[in-house]
């Protein structure tokens, strides 16, 4: 069986494999940021309905509300 003369260059295929897939993840980071992850906005949210929550709560059980609940719109 004689030998091949080509030679497969790794380098060259993993530098082209790290492009596609720095590009494959950018492409997909920008569509999760873009289309809906706002962790901001989501934290403050959730903070918002935990204060009502338990502006309720103590409102329901007679308590007096702590100061940072009297402001409570």
């Not at 060259?12 to 999760?32: E, K, P």
């Amino acid at each position: 069986m004689e030998k091949s003369s080509y030679q497969i260059n790794w380098k060259w295929i993993g530098i082209r494999v790290l492009i596609a897939m720095t590009i494959f993840f950018f492409i997909l980071f920008l569509g999760w940021y873009f289309l809906g992850y706002r962790p901001e906005q989501q934290l403050l949210e959730d903070s918002r309905k935990l204060d009502e929550s338990l502006r309720e709560f103590y409102i329901h059980k007679g308590l007096p509300l702590p100061e940072y609940l009297q402001y409570l719109q």
